[in-house]
């Protein structure tokens, strides 16, 4: 399916500022103070500045995903990644902090939680791209000012990607499946022996999504994870996860 642009001077027109220091984006009158990470304004760039200093940077992850991320680094930002799926469907999971207009479209994008919206809603304007976020986490207020076209509840299945409902570190905490790739965002980070769930949120809701998390990869046959700022290969990655679940930490 071929996913058209707007001219590029009709994107966009509401003023919109990123936080350097964690790349968090705030749409309309630039606040004091960043609302996620609590950086002065100083450390602010209007969307234009952060286009002109940061490219979304693609690294092929396989034949039908690539990781998408900014050069340089953008604060905390979590990795987008771009599914190219069987029906012809481009599709993001989650969405970079930097706009940048001369990017290959997709036509939908599909959050895992609400901490990073990025610059969805000017993509979504440049492409007619649809967003999708669960709806517990769509309620909260730094998610007022992004649209979210469907407002999604419990799992469910588009373009053959399998999504789960897993709450805890957010309360509409989502993770994807497609194929043989598992996409984790920042649920359990990093990989490696010293991985953790992730501390900010209820813990004891997070450590129940875990469990149910373990249950659902269990049973399939994955080659690869994908989180917030990582790739690595499924089977090392579970062997810790693994562990996480039976310690409960």
Not at 150 to 158: L, V
Request: glycine residues 6%; hydrophobic residues 35%; negative net charge.
């Amino acid at each position: 399916m071929t996913v058209e642009s707007k001219p590029m001077d009709a994107i966009p027109t509401t003023p919109q500022w990123v936080c350097t220091v964690c790349g968090y984006n705030m749409i309309g009158e630039m606040p004091d103070v960043c609302p996620f990470c609590g950086a002065r304004h100083d450390t602010f760039l209007t969307w234009d500045e952060t286009e002109q200093t940061y490219r979304v940077t693609p690294h092929r992850v396989n034949d039908y995903v690539t990781q998408l991320i900014s050069a340089p680094h953008l604060g905390f930002e979590h990795a987008a990644y771009r599914i190219e799926t069987d029906d012809g469907a481009a599709v993001w999971i989650d969405c970079p902090s930097a706009f940048n207009r001369d990017l290959p479209p997709v036509e939908a994008i599909y959050f895992t939680h609400k901490d990073f919206m990025g610059a969805s809603n000017q993509y979504r304007q440049l492409w007619n791209a649809t967003v999708h976020l669960n709806a517990n986490d769509a309620k909260h207020p730094l998610v007022q000012r992004f649209p979210v076209d469907k407002k999604t509840d419990g799992d469910f299945t588009d373009h053959g990607i399998e999504a789960f409902h897993i709450g805890g570190h957010t309360p509409g905490f989502t993770i994807y499946l497609y194929k043989q790739v598992l996409f984790i965002c920042d649920y359990a980070f990093p990989p490696g022996p010293d991985m953790r769930l992730n501390p900010f949120g209820p813990q004891k809701a997070t450590r129940q999504g875990a469990s149910r998390i373990l249950d659902i990869v269990s049973e399939r046959s994955l080659e690869t994870v994908c989180g917030y700022n990582f790739t690595t290969d499924f089977q090392s990655w579970l062997e810790n996860f693994k562990r996480l679940v039976e310690q409960g930490t």
